[in-house]
């Protein structure tokens, strides 16, 4: 049964700081891997996703990496804004059906 | 492109009634769309997998009976949550694939509360 970790829990940094969200995953054969931002009480807004045959991918500020041998993939967020505060969740996807199993999430906070 | 609506945002039950909510797709179609819950502090957990025209797939420990799916259509798939409970209070989300793509993208989420 795959199972997502994501540490820290929480995180806070001063405004332009680089932000390193961690994501592991127990089972390595994943279809793809993608995270997600969530503000509070609202759903989620897809922000990379990484197929399984991909190392990376950038969105501007955003780049994740995907290393499925050692189960893990890492958000790097650039220069850090008050608006980037939020929770990240990585997901990573089952087979084509695309069920995504969750990590706990990561609460970042970017203080002014 | 890609867009799920979800409906309701919010509800507010009595114990033992029972809500639907309805999951939509608006400018794709969906054969599949999934429903995940998040209770407080927590992170998604998928429920069940909608699939159109034939039952929904429920994961371990999700009762079928009570947490009813439907999905009728291509862009439609309805949670209907019977004799809800306070326990059963949650934010409930979907999902759904555009056909040939593997992004996921979600609705708005609905917050249901049960009093």
């Known amino acids: 049964k795959q199972e997502v970790t994501q540490i820290p829990a929480a995180l806070s940094v001063p405004e332009g700081e680089n932000l390193v969200l961690n994501c592991s995953f127990t089972d390595s054969a994943i279809y793809n891997l993608q995270w997600f931002r969530q503000d509070p009480g609202k759903g989620l807004t897809s922000l990379l996703l990484i197929q399984s045959s991909q190392r990376e991918q950038t969105s501007g500020r955003l780049n994740a990496s995907l290393d499925k041998s050692s189960g893990r993939s890492t958000l790097y967020i650039a220069a850090s804004q008050p608006g980037d505060s939020a929770t990240y969740l990585c997901a990573a996807g089952r087979a084509a059906g695309n069920k995504l199993t969750f990590g706990g999430g990561t609460r970042v906070l970017v203080k002014p | 492109g890609a867009v799920v609506s979800q409906h309701p945002s919010w509800v507010i039950c009595k114990s033992g009634t029972s809500v639907k909510i309805e999951c939509r797709s608006l400018d794709f179609q969906a054969t599949t769309m999934f429903w995940y819950r998040q209770f407080p502090k927590q992170s998604l957990m998928l429920m069940a997998t909608?699939?159109?025209?034939?039952?929904?797939?429920?994961e371990q420990g999700v009762e079928k009976d009570k947490f009813l799916i439907n999905h009728a259509s291509l862009t439609l798939s309805t949670l209907t949550v019977t004799s809800a409970h306070p326990e059963d209070s949650s934010f409930y989300i979907c999902?759904?694939?555009?056909?040939?793509?593997?992004?996921?993208?979600f609705g708005q989420g609905t917050r249901l509360t049960v009093v």
């Open positions: 999902s759904a694939n555009d056909r040939g793509r593997t992004e996921a993208f």
């Open positions: 909608s699939n159109e025209g034939s039952k929904a797939t429920y």
